[in-house]
C-alpha cells in the first residue's frame, strides 16, 4: 500500500539553525501539505501547496518557513531560524484532489523536531 | 462556536462496550468530514470519511447531522486495539486544508 515517507524521523538542532523536513508525498498525489503538533495540542495546519506553488498557509506559517518540491518526489519544509517554540511533530500529507472534494489526506509518520 | 469542537474525554471503557464521540463544527458549508484516528506520538490515521448522512464500516458507524453541524463517532464491541485519540477533522472552506479538533481519548480495558 502507497504511504507517506518523512525523514528524518527525529531532529535536534539549536536555536537558530536551519533545518529541512523531507517528505515524500504518495507517488499519484497532487496536493501537498505541512501539519504541526505541539505535543499535547491539536494538529495545526500549516500550509499547502499545489502545481508548484503554495494554495494556502496559516498564520502560523511566517517568513521563517518555506516550501519546496526541489523534485519529482520530495517535498520540503524549511525552517529557517529555529525558535524554541518550534519544538513538535511535523507531519506532511498527501491527497489526489482538494480534501473538500471527497478527497481524503494520508499522513506520514512525522518528523519530531526539538528546538534546544 | 469554535471551528471544530469535540467531547474532552477521556473516556474509559470495558471491553464489549459501546461508545460514542461527539463533534460540532462551526462551518456550515462543510461538504465531506472525516475521523481520523491517533495514537500516542504517531501519525493520524483516517478512521472513516463521511460524505452524506453517515458511514458505517464494521464496529465503526459515523452519523452527521447537517443542520444542528454536528458529527458522531459509535464504536461497537470496542476492542483493547481500539485505545487511541479519536480526531474530529473537517476541511477548510477551499478544501486546501483540514481542520482538526482536540481529539477524544478512548482507554478500553479488560
Known amino acids: 500500500e502507497p504511504e507517506v515517507t518523512q525523514t528524518p524521523s527525529h531532529q535536534v538542532t539549536q536555536m537558530g539553525q536551519e533545518v529541512i523536513l523531507r517528505c515524500v508525498p504518495i507517488?499519484?498525489?497532487?496536493?501537498f501539505y505541512w501539519y504541526r503538533q505541539i505535543l499535547g495540542q491539536k494538529v495545526e495546519f500549516l500550509v499547502s501547496?499545489?502545481?508548484?506553488?503554495?494554495?494556502?498557509k496559516s498564520e502560523i506559517f511566517d517568513d521563517q518557513f518555506s516550501v519546496e518540491r526541489p523534485d519529482g518526489s520530495n517535498f520540503t519544509l524549511k525552517i529557517r531560524s529555529t525558535k524554541l517554540e518550534d519544538s513538535a511533530m511535523y507531519f506532511c500529507a498527501s491527497s489526489e484532489g482538494l480534501t473538500g472534494g471527497e478527497y481524503e489526506q494520508y499522513f506520514g509518520p512525522g518528523t519530531r523536531l526539538t528546538v534546544t | 462556536r469554535k471551528e471544530v469542537e469535540q467531547d474532552p474525554g477521556p473516556f474509559n471503557v470495558p471491553e464489549g462496550a459501546t461508545v460514542a464521540f461527539n463533534c460540532t463544527y462551526s462551518n456550515s458549508a462543510s461538504q465531506s468530514f472525516f475521523w481520523y484516528r491517533q495514537d500516542c506520538r504517531k501519525e493520524p490515521k483516517l478512521l472513516m470519511s463521511v460524505y452524506s448522512s453517515g458511514n458505517e464500516d464494521g464496529r465503526f458507524t459515523a452519523q452527521l447531522n447537517r443542520a444542528s453541524q454536528y458529527i458522531s463517532l459509535l464504536i461497537r464491541d470496542s476492542k483493547l486495539s481500539d485505545s487511541a485519540t479519536y480526531l474530529c477533522v473537517v476541511p477548510n472552506q477551499a478544501g486546501t486544508a483540514l481542520i482538526f479538533g482536540k481529539g477524544t481519548t478512548l482507554s478500553v480495558s479488560s
Open positions: 507517488s499519484n498525489h497532487l496536493y
Open positions: 501547496f499545489y502545481n508548484n506553488e503554495i494554495s494556502e
